[in-house]
Structure formats: structure tokens, C-alpha cells
């Protein structure tokens, strides 16, 4: 929905049966150049760290943090940069510990612009990216490679106009995408087999731009500026899909809350929405009013059923992106502002109540190309595997940091990577 993009200054800038979204091939895949992809430094191999899937089997911490470059809404179109690159940085070393200075190494995908959305399953073995001309970018990862897992696939016209976000269900081979069109999502499947296509249409009330889902496979919230649209995902004997593909899950919508719905019209990637990575009946959603700033803060319990608003907390900030951290410290919520960090308490086990002092952000400053800067707009975030550290975009000064963080707040930064292109879409993903 470019066309109805504004941003102000201070932004700068029913039930359906068919089968989830998946992306990625397998790391077999050859229809791909997977020479693009570059491996882990020497040295910088996965630290011995685990986190549970949703199967309940293992997933290796990676300590990577992917996000794409976007030359079309970061401005760097104009000067002639029209690549479309996944940049891939390391986070830690060989024993668990933060570098002081990540590492970054990162994949073009040529003739490919304006990425607005990126997911990844769940084991992080595979991840699409979309862009604006509805092309599905494929990659997979491997001991912290990263490599272009088959050619991108051209959705085509006749199901929206402008690819905006994309999330993946577990298996990799089913993923929901949202195009601009203010009736429908698309469900593509055959992405492991390299045959992806449409499947069948999820219904929509309006434009819904951003669209995550849950690790557990069993919920879909789809946010646009009208509302929020809650799905329960259920299981279906795998079928051919109305569209052609394979539909293997039904998609039921169970509420639609207009007081949910998004300031920024067309923000694409997770829009302001995370899901809780231990319990998916909660989320917490993060909205911004007509005046500025405004921002609020809320949790929604009761998912996917019975979702109800739990309580909301006004932060006189505007806010751009949000993530739940992982055990053992899911019980918080990070939410980047336009000048910080903030943090809250009860994402698990209540209501949502501020850490820290009044309605001040975590600022702190700190060193970048030898210059003393203050940490600012934050648009996108994640929480790392082990649940101990923050990893924020700070879009202000073109740094990505690497966070401590605790029940109590946040401690300095540990790693700062400059010279980076941070997204404005909130779709950082962190592996």
C-alpha cells in the first residue's frame, strides 16, 4: 500500500480450511545460487546454546541476527543502491560471549527492492523475505551460514499489488502472506519442494499489512490501520487448494478489534505485534495515536478463542517495534521508541506494568566511529534465544546493539555493529 503511505517527521519517514505459511527450501535446494551466501567467520562458530521448538525437540542458538536492507524505504534508492540484501550479523563467539564488535556478512539477492516483510520457521532452518513486487525470496541456514536456498518466486498480480509481510508456519513449506489487497491474505504452499504456489485466500475485513504467527502453529493475528484480525489455526487433511497448492490448515477468524489497528498506514513486517514465544494465547500489541506522541502499549490475553485486552499502558512516547523475550525471562516485553528502550513486566504471568522510573526510555550513550551518540529511534528488535539479551536497530545512527537485559532493566551495550542499514519495518529476526 505504498500509495497511501504518510509518515510524519516523527515517524520519519468463516472459516477457511487451506495450509499455513511456510517458506525456505531445504538445504539441499539447487535452484538457488547459494554462492552468495556467506559462511561464519573463522572463529565464530554457533555458541552451545539451546532453546525448545514447538515440537519440543532442541534448536541450536545460532546467535545471529538477520535483517534485510531496504533501499526503497531507507532512502537509499536515490543514490543509486537498489539491492535487495539480507545482512546476517554474528553476535557472539565460539563460547556464548558477546562480541564487542559483531560480525556481519550478508547475501544479494539481484534485481530484488523494497523488502517489506521477513519470517523465519521456527527451527530457523528456512526464511522468505517478500518485496513489493510480490516476490517470495528464499533462504535457509546452516551452522550460521546463510545461503539463497532457490530463485525467487513472482506471486504475480492477480492476488495483490504489493507484497507487505509474510509469516511462516513450522514445517517450512506453508507460509501466509499479506499483498495490499483489502480482502484477502494469500496462503502459498510447496516452498520446501521449490514448486511453491498460491493455495487458496484467507478473508479479511480491510487491508491488513502486517501478519505474524504463533511458534505453536496456532494462531494468526493480521494487522492493518482499521484493526486487528485474530485467527485460529487448526490442523486439515492436506488437500489440493482452490488456487492450486496444497491447503493443510484451516484458518477460522475468531475476532476483529478496530481499537488495535495501526497508526502507520502500510508498515508491512510485524506492524507493531509479537506473540508470546512460550504461550500463545498472549501477545502484546503496541499502537500509536493521531496525536504525537501517544504511544500505547497493550496485552492481549485469551488467544486465539477468546481474545480480550488485558490492560494497556500509555507511554507518552511513539513506539515502533515490540518483542516478548524467551525463557527464562518471558514475562518481559521490550517496545523501541522513538528515542529507547522500555521494558515491561507481566507479558506471562499478568498485566503489563512498566520497569524502571516514570515514563522515561533506556537511552544510554555510547561509542560509533569514534563519536559519543545516544541510543535513538529503535524500528526494529529481538530478544536472543537464551533470553539474556536485547538486539535493537538503532535507526538514528545506523548501529545495531546487543542489549543485557534482566528482570530489573537493561544493563550498557556489550556489541555495537556500525555501518549497518537498519529497516524501518519492525523484521529484524534473531536465530
Known amino acids: 500500500m505504498k500509495n497511501l503511505r504518510i509518515i510524519s517527521a516523527l515517524f520519519i519517514c468463516t472459516i477457511l480450511g487451506i495450509g499455513l505459511a511456510g517458506c525456505g527450501g531445504s538445504s539441499g535446494g539447487s535452484a538457488g545460487d547459494s554462492s552468495t551466501g556467506n559462511t561464519s567467520p573463522s572463529g565464530n562458530t554457533s555458541p552451545s546454546l539451546s532453546q525448545p521448538s514447538s515440537s519440543g525437540a ?66 530457523g532452518a528456512n526464511g522468505i523475505l517478500i518485496d513489493a513486487d510480490n516476490d517470495l525470496l528464499f ?59 498460491p493455495a487458496a485466500y484467507i478473508p479479511i475485513p480491510d487491508y491488513r499489512d502486517g501478519v505474524v504467527i504463533s511458534y505453536d502453529d496456532k494462531v494468526l493475528l493480521a494487522r492493518g490501520a482499521s484493526g486487528l484480525t485474530v485467527f485460529a489455526i487448526g490442523p486439515a487433511t492436506p488437500a489440493p487448494g482452490p488456487l ?33 514465544p512460550t504461550d500463545s494465547s498472549r501477545a502484546v500489541i503496541i499502537t500509536n495515536g493521531t496525536s504525537s506522541p501517544s504511544g500505547t502499549v497493550s496485552l492481549l490475553t485469551g488467544l486465539p478463542a477468546q481474545p480480550t485486552v488485558s490492560n494497556s499502558v500509555s507511554v507518552g512516547r511513539n513506539v515502533f517495534s515490540v518483542a516478548i523475550a524467551p525463557s527464562p525471562n518471558n514475562d518481559l516485553a521490550i517496545v523501541g521508541t522513538d528515542k529507547g ?83 524501518f519495518n519492525d523484521e529484524i529476526l534473531i536465530h
Open 139 to 197: 533462504f535457509s541456514l546452516k551452522d550460521g551460514a546463510v545461503s539463497m536456498s532457490q530463485a525467487p518466486y513472482q506471486i504475480g498480480g492477480n492476488y495483490g499489488i504489493d507484497g507487505d509481510s509474510a509469516a511462516i508456519m513450522s514445517d517450512g513449506d506453508n507460509a501466509v502472506v499479506s499483498l495490499d489487497a483489502p480482502e484477502t491474505l494469500l496462503l502459498v504452499s510447496g516452498m520446501l519442494s521449490e514448486k511453491p504456489q
Open 341 to 423: 528502550l522500555l521494558m515491561f513486566s507481566g507479558a506471562a504471568s499478568g498485566n503489563l506494568t512498566q520497569v524502571g522510573q516514570g515514563q522515561l526510555p533506556y537511552a544510554p550513550t555510547y561509542t560509533l566511529n569514534n563519536h559519543i551518540v545516544t541510543l535513538g529511534m529503535i524500528t526494529t528488535l529481538g530478544v536472543t534465544l537464551n533470553g539474556k539479551y536485547a538486539v535493537v536497530g538503532d535507526l538514528t545512527n545506523g548501529a545495531l546493539l546487543v542489549i543485557p537485559m534482566s528482570a530489573s532493566g537493561f544493563g550498557e551495550p556489550v556489541g555495537i555493529l556500525p555501518g549497518v542499514s537498519i529497516p
Open 244 to 276: 492450486g497448492g496444497t491447503v493443510s490448515n484451516t484458518f477460522t477468524q475468531t475476532a476483529d478489534i478496530p481499537g488495535l489497528g495501526s497508526l502507520n498506514s502500510d508498515r508491512g513486517g510485524r506492524d507493531g505485534m509479537a506473540i508470546s
Open 58 to 123: 532442541p534448536v541450536g542458538n545460532l546467535g545471529i541476527a538477520l535483517f534485510p536492507n531496504d533501499p526503497i524505504d531507507n532512502g537509499t534508492a536515490s543514490t543509486g543502491n537498489t539491492q535487495s540484501v539480507l545482512q546476517v550479523a554474528h553476535l557472539f563467539d565460539a563460547n556464548g560471549n558477546p562480541l564487542a564488535t559483531p560480525t556481519v556478512s550478508s547475501m544479494t539477492f539481484n534485481g530484488e527492492g523494497d523488502i517489506d516483510g521477513a519470517t523465519l520457521t521456527t527451527g
